[in-house]
């Protein structure tokens, strides 16, 4: 199915509906029957082209504003944490058109949303993402800058939006990741990957060039040398190797993975908000102040921290020997 559906909050009790429909292809909706209070039992029947398909049924809590159901990609947003599940694995999770569209529409729905803390990126299936679509590159009625500007727009307007983003972003790395996926894999501020993980570049195998901001992530967490040679040779670096040159973070466990991801995004999404935007804010500029300027922009972030209401509240929880409760 490659509609994109919005399905946008509404009153508890009131029969009015609301849905935005995006992408390609006729897209019919049916919400189903309320559940208790303060719960929204929200039942899909999406009908592309005239074809009946159901959609695994939605629980959703009064306050969540959105989610977002599409083939190739899955938003859902629960207790301050947006997750963004690539969710086409028949297919390596490969980033086509659809794919790149849908993750623009999830992006820009998290940095509106003002109840997101935090941010986990992951896949469904066996791989993470395996990188374009080559085949339909290969299209031989239109010129391939044509259709590589028309998948690049979308996505590089996704990483970009990302790179803006106050909120913690966490990426879990289910398995092996190429090309354009390195990109999509690397972009969090941090990194977990599973055993089964593995990275390859794969550009100048075919003769093209790194993309996604993918050659950005490899030399700012692992260098120019590491970066050279993974773009360079396209070996697949398996994910221990990834670990001790600093692509990823931590490896765990296939199994393991996704539970230790979401507890670590939970954990963020707890946090105090506006110390951990601060906290990402000085590590960027960090790479181009000196170190006085450094000083300074530390100086100022520390003193409005202390001022603030979390700052007040963790100095409360520390003595009073609790967990902090921050707004």
Known sequence: MRSLVFIHRYAYGKTSRRALQLGRGPCFVRMGRFCKFGLQCLHLMLLPCGVPRRTPLLYASAFRELIIMSSPLI???????ATVTFNN?????????????????????????TSVRALLITANGKQFCAGGDVNAFADPSRPLPQILEELLEPVHAAMAMISLLKIPVVCAINGPVGGGGIGLALCGDIVLAAESMKLRGGYSAIGLTPDVGGSWFVTRRA?????????????AIPSAECLVCGLVDAVHPDAQLHEAARTLALQLAKGPAQAQARIKSLIEVAHHNTLRQHLEAERESMLASGDSDDGKEGIRSFIEKRAPKFN
């Open 75 to 81: 938003l859902e947003i629960d207790q301050a944490l």
């Open 89 to 113: 694995p028949a297919r390596a999770n490969v980033l086509d058109l659809a794919m790149a569209q849908a993750f623009l529409a999830a992006i820009d729905k998290v940095a509106s949303d």
């Open 223 to 235: 260098g120019a040398a590491k970066a050279k040679e993974i773009y360079l040779t396209n070996r």
